[in-house]
């Protein structure tokens, strides 16, 4: 964007908070849904400052801040370059969050006014806000609905996109037996509503998917469950006359009991059922319950109790079913065959001098993951990181000038498809060529404790937390480390991101359950040199029960060679060789049916076993 | 002690239950600073009821209940037996905890009127106690101190025994240094008062030492610091003329500005101090604050502003000085020679067909320590345990009747000493002779979870329990697991087990700190069969900077071979052989200087390197 377009913007934005008496607005990039990723509607900091990555922007009448992380800061720097519009570090010692940085910018002034959207930022969020402020009076909120609007005359409008149906054959459960469950909890808990504004929690109870959000299948909605009624406030204008996808989903819906009603009108409707009295206690949704709503039930407050937490659909979401974890095998076969593919290419494709850069790369593997039938695009955007540019674990590949391949030294990629039967995430780092003995070393050891996390047994209700040790202890003991979790839950054709389990170093309580599927990505980066990391999705399962008590393990549901050629064996122990070994044999037998020729014959060269 | 004698002091306290009208009465084994062992005084469970582990007697007009947890489930019902008294397991599902009890007891009925003895049951229990009552009105809980004197007539005296101090060429820190330290922290934290009431917290202080409480060198006591005053209510009656030490340290410490004052006098000068508005911010350990105390605090609430948390004290004191680490690593040498000295005679003696039980072992090995110029007593009861002895992880060796030790299958020793200069704690499991298969994987198991934890490198700022799996996997993968922790924090002449830090699956965020002193401590129990525990102390030591980050390691205090005759070497990696010839070779190293004859060729061998 041009610089003079920010500027210009920046000018608009301020000369509107004049007029409006606001001392200073807050943009962030969250949609109403507080989704990990939002659609062009809510890139309200990007419209005003042209920076494109996760953050908030702070304006004042004489000063313009974005408050981001340190996966942020490079591209952060360069995007911001000449806006007037400063870096504000967050998660670094010192630090002085968004709430802070105003109770001092005017401090000892006479009452500050904020204007914030208030369907774009959580109620948590300003509550923050009012205590680093401390007087109630030092402070006011004003929430104004679409607040760029006058400014942003072409903002597109909330998305619109053709809903889906997944039946039980599919999703294992039928909406109507997961509205049954969620009745029984409501019942069982005395609350006679629950408010779901998770979009992934919804998608999942109602059995629906769209294309509202990049990467993610869902629908921007929300739902309300009665112990009658169900109310699904999803439409955002008239259905075009050709979609008759969502027309037959809305009347499978219907048909169900479900109501469709419009997105806009959720604060009519759920005021007039807490005025009504329809509802006396309501559930919500601590975590993703935006500001506007909270106000609009703490209004309600002294007719209806509200519970804010988190909702039983989470976890339950989280534990697949045994149908959905058929399916996530059938999509990690799918998957393991695209990517044995674009490997098998990258390879020879090398070999024969071709010139082929990250880009392209990332470009040839969608195109062998768009091949399989039911695949709904990619589960985020692939990372193609060659050499120096993996050294960054969220390396975004350009679409013009990324650095060409050459056969030396690691390419690493992170990908992973959306199929209509499951969603995949697979990082493979593969020597392209002669490596350096610092390059093998880190490669062997990042494996080692990829491995080590999985091949673990542990008593059934053991944390991620008190398991993330197992994938850095090998790194650890050479000094070496990364600054990423260890492993993220994985939605069933959902978010590729999803609790409320995770493997990493913050103290996270919830069990890795039987049924929950969590990465294992370990990595090490170089600044400048490289990067490695090895990904597979593990399944938690059963390991029966004995004296000691209950236990549990892992079954890795990827299926994809992991390069030996840059290993050095000698770091690996016997069980870790065990480990690499059998889980090559279980990839050859089980994609080598699907393949013939050169393809089925490189596959066979690299499961082969490796011996010390 | 004879059941007529139990009977007719339960019946003797139900006549003054009914002639106080107290519908109950709570008698707990505590002492006022909640002291993890405490002084014959304050066994008022034992007196009650005959019973002398860890738990709580609750006595109504028809019920006599002892609440404890499941290492006493054995013990409580042999001693209980016949008394009438009726056990209660805590720490199990559908556990009734005593407050629970108490509610649904005396539900429905008017104001219940419980009696305690305020200095013996902490603040904390009596606030659970009226939650679980729920309407004020429903319970009354009187305090009458001393509770038991008019029945129990023998009842011993608060113990009174010699007062030694130690100079800063012991503690590092000189009285008048941690004085100045604790007062800068008073001045920081805008308190003008802090008491102290955990006696390990007010000997570390004071540097002094006592023998009031069985295994930990403590004198019972309260301090109180101002940032002009030191109170340490300590005296309890005039001292003996012979007590010549109490005197020497009374007048060191009166010399450094430290004022002597009346143990019972602690209410009395407290409320004044407070009511004479002298202290207007006091800062109280939540942890170890009595009830009454609390009670007096409160009182004077409207005066003072009390702040209960965790006193800097407990922190600072486990993270040992340069001098302190300097003196544990000899209390360790000599430890470890005691511990050489006895192991070889254990073998010698059975070699020769001698007959020896499990109590002679204990009090043999008590004899080699003893005889270590400094030795104060040992640092908790000595478990000596052959066979199915060892199985129990907290095993009570009885001192007639004990089981003989034959040359076959495993003795396990867990002991530590307390020294003038340093504290240990260590367990070998022996093998007497030849061992079952079984036995010897759970041997070498156990031996490598304890080598994979003791040579973990980690991140400094790394907790305990983020590397509490590191010693259990290696059993996990065999499906065993133990159900204690891996690790406690150890004192510097001072408790054997001490906060804040330690190695376990329970969530405790105090990182491993450079000074800090933790023990190592996996096993594995089969009931009715063995139980094997390996032990060394770990110093967590700085282990360098990098580009990854500052890191942390671990040095084994602990001076003392592992029997390898039982250890299958296959199971264990090249790393942990590695490391066990390194600790053997440094065990050697270090001892073998102090050694000769027999005893130093029998250390060669027993610390000769294992090869696969």
Redesign the interface.
């Known amino acids: 964007m041009e610089l003079s377009v920010i500027r210009e913007r920046l000018d608009q934005l301020r000369r509107m908070m004049a007029a409006h008496g606001w001392d200073a607005v807050i943009l962030t990039g969250t949609d109403p849904h507080r989704s990990e990723y939002s659609a062009p509607r809510y890139h309200a900091v990007e419209w005003a400052s042209g920076y494109t990555g996760e953050g908030d922007l702070v304006v004042t009448a004489d000063h313009a801040g974005l408050w981001t992380d340190s996966r942020y800061f490079i591209q952060a720097n360069a995007q911001l370059e000449g806006t007037g519009v400063q870096l504000h570090k967050t998660r670094v010692p010192d630090e002085v969050p968004v709430p802070q940085w105003l109770a001092r910018h005017f401090a000892g002034g006479s009452e500050t006014v904020v204007a914030v959207d208030g369907r774009c930022i959580s109620a948590t969020e300003v509550t923050t806000l009012r205590t680093a402020f401390g007087a109630e009076d030092a402070l006011t909120v004003v929430s104004i609905p679409d607040l760029l609007q006058p400014l942003w005359t072409d903002r597109p409008a909330v998305p619109q996109t053709p809903v889906i149906t997944l039946g039980a054959e599919l999703a294992g459960w039928s909406r109507t037996q997961k509205l049954s469950w969620l009745r029984r909890w409501l019942s069982e808990g005395g609350f006679d509503g629950i408010l779901l504004s998770a979009l992934d929690e919804i998608a999942w109870l109602l059995n629906v998917r769209g294309e509202d959000i990049a990467y993610n299948p869902l629908v921007i909605s929300y739902l309300l469950v009665t112990p009658t009624d169900c109310l699904w406030f999803v439409r955002k204008g008239p259905l075009p006359p050709e979609d008759h996808e969502t027309e037959d989903s809305f009347y499978e819906l219907t048909a169900d009991g479900v109501s469709i009603q419009d997105y806009d009108e959720i604060g009519l409707v759920l005021s007039g059922m807490l005025d009504g009295e329809f509802i006396h206690r309501l559930f919500v949704d601590a975590s993703t319950l935006n500001y506007d709503l909270y106000q609009l039930l703490k209004e309600s407050a002294p007719r209806c109790e509200i519970e804010a937490g988190r909702t039983p659909v989470g976890l339950r979401k989280a534990v697949k079913n045994e149908i959905e974890i058929a399916q996530m095998r059938e999509a990690h076969l799918e998957d393991g065959l695209a990517m044995v593919q674009f490997l098998f290419w990258l390879e020879q494709s090398l070999a024969a001098g071709e010139s082929i850069d990250e880009y392209e790369a990332a470009c040839y593997l969608h195109d062998c993951r768009s091949r399989i039938p039911g695949f709904r695009g990619e589960s985020f955007e692939t990372i193609s990181a060659y050499g120096p540019s993996a050294a960054l674990p969220h390396y975004v590949t350009p679409e013009t000038g990324s650095r060409v391949l050459f056969p030396q030294g690691l390419y690493l990629c992170d990908s992973g498809g959306q199929y209509i039967f499951g969603t995949t995430d697979i990082t493979r780092t593969v020597p392209l060529g002669p490596c350096t003995q610092l390059e093998k070393e880190d490669y062997t050891l990042v494996l080692k404790g990829h491995i080590?996390l999985a091949?673990?047994?542990?008593?059934r209700g053991?944390a991620g937390?008190?398991?993330?040790?197992?994938a850095r202890?090998p790194l650890?003991?050479s000094?070496?480390?990364f600054g990423h979790g260890t492993g993220h839950g994985v939605g069933f054709f959902l978010g590729v991101h999803e609790g409320p389990q995770d493997i990493r170093?913050n103290?996270n309580?919830q069990p890795l359950l039987a049924g929950m599927i969590t990465s294992d990505e370990p990595g090490i980066y170089?600044e400048g040199r490289h990067g490695v990391r090895h990904e597979n999705l593990l399944l938690t399962v059963d390991?029966?029960t004995?004296?000691?008590?209950a236990?549990s393990r892992f079954e890795p549901l990827t299926l994809c060679p992991f390069d030996t050629s840059a290993l050095l064996v000698g770091l690996l122990?016997?069980?870790e060789i065990a480990w690499l070994n059998a889980y090559h044999k279980r990839v050859y037998e089980k994609l080598s049916p699907r393949l013939s020729g050169p393809a089925a014959r490189w596959l066979r060269d690299k499961t082969a076993p490796v011996t010390r």
């Open positions: 080590d091949k673990a047994v542990f008593p053991t937390c008190q398991l993330d040790a197992l202890a650890w003991a000094l070496r480390n170093q103290f309580r170089r390991a029966g004995n004296e000691f008590g236990w122990d016997e069980s």
